[in-house]
């Protein structure tokens, strides 16, 4: 969530350059350097079945006296896909739609130059994007809105975990030139403590093993029952209560044991919406959860039946390799498994 520094090129067009600018964590950045300080953070994120969706708002303020085109970077989950943007100048919210590079880029610069109130966003790493925006009217708050979709991790011990950045780290770039695109990557760095804090929520969904509740090893958290799952609120750093507001500063973690002493099924059914593409189709996302490592799982009994070719194709190293297939086979039978074994031959 961090802004890039720039300044109009020699031309004074909109191209922008590296500019030496100490970065507060989080805002947008003009073309001649002028900041857009971040006002405040909003994110609310709905996990189930190994799935989150999130809904990021960053708030900004133009104090100027004029219209700006403004700059930022986000940092998204290296899972994540981004699944829609929309930004808000005043009273009006305008859409992002997916489109070339390219086209995209001349249909944002089209509408600038009409005078028009217009957004880019454009991937530059798995995990990072950068958002133009242009023609913000002075005065106005400017709400950037993301939607993004991304996997939760298995952990080894049986549970889920959400992660999800709000800082752009610093990212080694080797010597000058070796990264054609080192300034769309750079970012400054402050040592004092970042002023914005940020509202954040997860809805947990997963059944949970029993006894257990959601934990954050990066914040304190408040737990809470609510439609049939469970709010999680991340508080300040340290905070075991999860009181105050978490800085912007490092990653969100939370994590819920889903493992229990058997297989669990979940499964998710949607339907898109009235007038969208497709919605006359439903869609479903099965998830299986293994059960805990913990768990001691009866032995299963199994019925084997192993056909053995001993026709004349078989003479020599063939043969051999399937008689030492065969007889690891009948190694790992215990006594309540059942074998049967046929042959067949010219």
Do not use: C
């Not at 993301?146 to 959400?162: T, Y």
């Not at 008689?323 to 046929?342: C, G, K, N, S």
């Amino acid at each position: 969530m961090d802004g890039r520094t720039g300044r109009k090129g020699p031309t004074g067009g909109g191209e922008t350059e590296s500019n030496a600018v100490t970065s507060s964590g989080g805002r947008l950045v003009a073309a001649d350097g002028r900041t857009l300080p971040l006002r405040g953070v909003r994110l609310r994120a709905e996990a189930s079945g190994g799935l989150a969706h999130v809904a990021l708002e960053q708030r900004f303020v133009n104090p100027y006296a004029e219209p700006l085109r403004v700059t930022y970077l986000v940092p998204l989950p290296l899972e994540g896909a981004l699944a829609g943007y929309a930004i808000r100048v005043g009273d009006r919210r305008i859409v992002g739609e997916v489109d070339r590079i390219t086209t995209a880029r001349e249909r944002f610069e089209e509408a600038i130059v009409e005078g028009r109130t217009a957004g880019l966003a454009e991937q530059d790493r798995p995990n990072l994007f950068t958002q133009e925006i242009g023609n913000i009217p002075p005065g106005v708050e400017v709400v950037a809105e993301l939607a993004i979709d991304q996997r939760l991790m298995w952990l080894p011990e049986g549970a889920w975990e959400w992660r999800f950045p709000t800082v752009v780290a610093p990212r080694y770039l080797g010597s000058s030139g070796r990264v054609g695109d080192a300034d769309r990557a750079r970012v400054d760095v402050v040592e004092t403590e970042l002023p914005v804090t940020a509202n954040i929520t997860l809805m947990v969904r997963d059944r949970m093993a029993e006894g257990q509740r959601p934990e954050s090893p990066s914040h304190g958290v408040r737990i809470a029952p609510e439609d049939g799952g469970l709010v999680v609120t991340l508080g300040a750093a340290g905070d075991a209560g999860g009181k105050g507001a978490p800085a912007l500063d490092r990653d969100l973690v939370v994590r819920w044991a889903a493992a229990g002493p058997g297989m669990e099924l979940s499964l998710l059914t949607g339907r898109p919406a009235a007038g969208r593409p497709h919605a006359d189709a439903a869609y479903g996302l099965l998830t299986i959860v293994p059960p805990a490592p913990s768990f001691d799982p009866p032995a299963l009994t199994r019925d084997v039946i192993v056909l053995l070719d001993t026709s004349g194709s078989m003479d020599g190293a063939p043969i051999e390799h399937a008689r030492r297939v065969v007889t690891a086979l009948v190694e790992t039978l215990a006594d309540f498994d059942q074998l049967e074994m046929i042959e067949f031959s010219d």
